[in-house]
């Protein structure tokens, strides 16, 4: 999965829609902005924009608090709560127009509600804003002192570079070399499988719901290759060709 692994803010695909290019950084140095965000969130009329973050006890709330000092966002603070009831406030104002800032990651069933390019998008900061360890070095989100900006388009992400302020990962099939060496097939299989962010927290959220032996995970997998029967075939017409 090419940014599968993904920490960082969402916000109103209609403000982005509206706003192309807009930054967290843009956001609050902007006063029509921080009225727009400020008038729909829980302290409204003071100057203040929530943003939806994380329960207490989750270390990301500490990551968040401090990258706000880091960035010197003054005109932001953040809602510390239960993370579904969060999601769920932030649901509601996709639906109603109301702009929100929400915390969160993927692979997780909750992007099947915010669903980056539908009714949310994924707000990016300036590179400069993000956390590079000086307040607190295991917060440190650059590589080599470097930040790394997310593979998403524009047609997910606010800005490009999409600099979520957290290191962005591509998960990836590992496997023995002399196992890949030895099956050419399979390793040419392994090459071109890719699955969608989206279909993973699909399955999410069937595991959640109570779905969740191995009976109903092999299960899961099937009906996803039912439903992708013509790329599968592709896939392994060139693995087997290559063994």
Known sequence: MMAGGL??????????DENPGLTLDQIASDPDMIAMYDAGDSSPGDGIVQILG??????????ISENIEFAGWDTFAQTKAGYD???????????DGVPFIIYTWTPSAYVTQLIPGDNAMWLAMEADSVLDGSITPEFDQRIDGEPLAAALGSDTCSADPCYLGWVP????????????AANPAAAALLEQVKISV?????QNVLYDSGENTTEDVNGHAADWIAANRDQVDEWLATAIAAG
């Open 198 to 202: 989206i279909d993973v927290a699909l």
């Open 85 to 95: 009831a969060m999601v769920a406030e932030a649901v509601g104002r996709a639906a």
């Open 54 to 63: 994380c329960p207490e006890d989750w270390t990301c709330d500490d990551i």
């Open 169 to 180: 990962a591509d998960i990836q099939v590992s496997a023995n070399n002399e196992f890949l």
């Open 7 to 16: 920490q960082g803010f969402l916000t109103n695909k209609s403000i982005i």
